[in-house]
């Protein structure tokens, strides 16, 4: 029993290294001060997303400054912040960017214009 807990935390040690050492395209604190990273992978996947080619300054603004946050029903882990651009087409008119909460860091999953704020209320 205590190798298998032994090797357990060697391994969740050895995958917690991984995501930190990651390439980090940045890292921003949002309003309630947790740390939000958006890795080199998860840009590129990003930048296939339409009017999100230099996805980077306008990620932080929706980060630090969001219209909206909601939750994700199936798990509340993940939070989406929205940001409103009244000058976008209606069907693109807000940028969601869904982040993955582990300990009060977070991880941005993906981000995409989309025509409606979906999702559960954040309770804060």
């Given at each position: 029993?205590?190798?298998?807990?032994?090797?357990?935390?060697?391994?969740?040690?050895?995958?917690?290294?991984v995501i930190?050492?990651?390439?980090?395209?940045f890292e921003?604190?949002?309003?309630?001060?947790?740390?939000?990273?958006?890795?080199?992978?998860?840009?590129?996947?990003?930048?296939?997303?339409?009017?999100?080619?230099?996805?980077?300054?306008?990620?932080?603004?929706?980060?630090?400054?969001?219209?909206?946050?909601?939750?994700?029903?199936?798990?509340?882990?993940?939070?989406?912040?929205?940001?409103?651009?009244?000058?976008?087409?209606?069907?693109?008119?807000?940028?969601?960017?869904?982040?993955?909460?582990?300990?009060?860091?977070?991880?941005?999953?993906?981000?995409?214009?989309?025509?409606?704020i979906t999702?559960?209320?954040?309770?804060?």
């Amino acid at each position: 029993m205590l190798d298998f807990r032994s090797d357990l935390v060697n391994n969740i040690y050895k995958i917690r290294l991984v995501i930190v050492f990651m390439d980090k395209i940045f890292e921003i604190t949002d309003k309630f001060g947790n740390k939000i990273r958006l890795t080199n992978k998860q840009y590129k996947h990003i930048q296939k997303h339409p009017h999100l080619h230099d996805p980077i300054d306008v990620l932080k603004l929706a980060i630090r400054n969001p219209t909206a946050i909601r939750y994700n029903e199936e798990d509340e882990s993940i939070k989406y912040f929205y940001k409103e651009f009244k000058e976008m087409l209606p069907e693109e008119r807000y940028l969601l960017i869904s982040i993955k909460f582990l300990n009060k860091e977070g991880f941005i999953i993906t981000a995409f214009y989309t025509n409606k704020i979906t999702g559960s209320k954040w309770k804060i």
